[in-house]
């Protein structure tokens, strides 16, 4: 084929993608490709176009190869980086986007999406630190600039982050990620012009549904703060849909993988090496929304606990694992003996030594956690279980109310949430029989009602000395990098956190359903 022939496929790919049009370009790559797989341009949009269509671990495999062949090339590092981050290869990634910035240190897109990664990995100072260079370069913009709103409110600095925000909307108002996030706060009230201009966002010819979807959830929240429950749960109620239709979610199968946990768990497992292993460790297990992050905060008040947040290692192992026997959990629990448990208990405290580095204690507060008790415990059978939980319909419908940023997918139907609130349920009656030394049950209204008996209580099951810091976790100066619950543990303990009251009348079918 032509030089002339290849450089007229990779025309057409490049407007395709431009367009959108994934599959065009894939059709015109691939012929590109098949004449000569080493063509680096056609390498590297193949790259993109894999990329673009959710393919991150076949993007990286094409962009490394664009990168061997012209490793000083700013943008394929960049999108190297961003495959390679969205594989989970979070180290690697960040060799190649710091390069990126070596290379095209002028170049405003390389230092955003290495603030993009840091802060994903909740590098929040040198997160920053890249957005602030973004703005230097480019002020205007937008995702830089919300970058740095979410920083500061992890941080816990609130009024920088409203600042930041409504600085995006003055000069973006129709950007659905900074109303998102200023809306998200909860402890920032939106105005009777915040809704009209919502509305009006909402009314954009051609809108994305994505964006959509932060402007509905943001409207609840405008609507809501202005007492109109009725105007608030519609808008709520149509966010929700255009989000379920986003999202795959098969509650049968959960279901049938419950009882699957059930039934590989509930005979006995070989008598650990060392049962002491793990005794640094702490897990605070729950649903969404049901007051973990409070109680992380609290154990991470106590000069002995670092509190790591939503960590994913322990679901790692465990998926590391599966791949491994080349089976799912918990298909191989059965196998596994003794010393493989001892084994995956090793590796889960090298991945998290980071943590201990200060403080002897850490916490581990991934939502993905409470699936993975029984193995947790296998692994480490000196760790403690700290089991969250909330009145069920408060937690269906704070998760209800509530956009999360990846997973949580049942949360967008209030019957597929109370189905899989039953079978957490089910699952952590189950953990708590069979480990009673090892999982306290935690209920967060007892918590909020009597807030000194219960973290004292706390801290002796965790083996801690009391510390009056505890009782006042809203002094306590960390990042909390769920932005949907960072402003709020800045708050003094208070009990009147119920949001169900004003909706009672919409959520009759929901009690209904958790009550039979």
Same mark, same amino acid.
């Given at each position: ?69 012209? #490793? !000083?090339? $700013?943008?394929?590092?960049?999108? %190297? *980086?961003? +495959? &390679?981050?969205?594989?989970?290869? @979070?180290? =690697? /990634? ?10 095209? #240190? !002028?170049? $405003?897109?390389?230092?955003?999406? %290495? *603030?993009? +990664? &840091?802060?994903?990995?909740?590098? @929040?100072? =040198? /997160? ?32 920088? /982050? ?355």
């Amino acid at each position: 084929m032509p030089a002339a022939h290849t450089g007229k496929l990779l025309a057409e790919a490049g407007l395709a993608l431009g367009a959108g049009k994934l599959d065009l370009a894939e059709r015109a790559l691939m012929r590109a490709l098949g004449v000569d797989p080493g063509q680096v341009d056609a390498q590297f949009l193949y790259g993109v176009t894999c990329l673009m269509g959710g393919q991150a671990a076949k993007a990286a495999d094409w962009l490394r190869k664009a990168v061997a062949q012209r #490793p !000083g090339d $700013a943008r394929m590092q960049t999108y %190297l *980086g961003c +495959a &390679l981050h969205d594989t989970g290869a @979070l180290d =690697e /990634a960040l060799i190649h986007l710091r390069r990126a910035c070596e290379l095209a #240190p !002028g170049q $405003a897109p390389g230092w955003y999406n %290495l *603030g993009k +990664a &840091l802060k994903q990995q909740g590098r @929040l100072p =040198e /997160a920053d630190q890249a957005f602030r260079r973004t703005l230097a370069l480019d002020e205007r913009h937008p995702l830089a600039r919300i970058g740095v709103a979410d920083i500061a409110t992890m941080q816990g600095d609130i009024p920088r /982050a409203v600042a930041e925000y409504r600085l995006v909307l003055r000069l973006h108002p129709e950007r659905a990620e900074a109303w998102h996030g200023l809306a998200n706060l909860k402890t920032e009230p939106l105005s009777p012009a915040d809704v009209e201009q919502l509305r009006r966002c909402l009314r954009q010819p051609g809108l994305q549904p994505d964006l959509r979807v932060m402007l509905g959830f943001s409207l609840f929240r405008a609507l809501e703060d202005q007492r109109d429950y009725a105007g608030a749960f519609e808008a709520l109620r149509q966010a929700n849909a255009d989000k379920r239709r986003l999202v795959e979610w098969d509650a049968a199968a959960e279901h049938a993988k419950i009882d699957r946990i059930m039934q590989a768990f509930r005979a006995p497992l070989p008598a650990p090496l060392d049962p002491t292993l793990g005794q640094e460790a702490i897990f605070v297990v729950s649903l969404p929304r049901s007051g973990s992050t409070l109680v992380e905060h609290i154990l991470a008040s106590h000069p002995q606990v670092e509190g790591a947040n939503e960590i994913p290692d322990l679901p790692q192992v465990i998926e590391d694992e599966s791949r491994r026997r080349g089976q799912a959990f918990p298909d191989w629990v059965a196998a596994a003996t003794a010393a493989d448990w001892h084994r995956l208990g090793r590796d889960y405290l090298a991945r998290t030594a980071s943590w201990r580095r200060q403080r002897p204690y850490f916490t581990d507060k991934n939502i993905s956690n409470w699936p993975l008790v029984g193995a947790a415990l296998a692994m480490l059978p000196g760790a403690k279980v700290i089991h969250c939980h909330r009145d069920p319909v408060e937690t269906c419908f704070s998760c209800y109310r509530h956009l999360f940023r990846h997973g949580v997918h049942y949360s967008y139907d209030l019957d597929e949430m109370a189905e899989n609130c039953r079978d957490y349920e089910r699952l952590s009656a189950f953990w708590l029989a069979r480990h009673p030394q090892h999982v306290l049950d935690f209920p967060y209204e007892t918590l909020v009602r009597e807030p000194e008996t219960q973290i004292r209580r706390l801290l002796a099951f965790c083996g801690l000395p009391f510390d009056p810091a505890c009782l006042t976790p809203h002094r306590t100066r960390r990042e909390v990098l769920s932005t949907a619950s960072a402003a709020q543990v800045r708050e003094p303990i208070r009990a009147d956190t119920a949001h169900s009251t004003p909706y009672l009348q919409w959520l009759q079918p929901l009690r209904d359903r958790l009550a039979r």
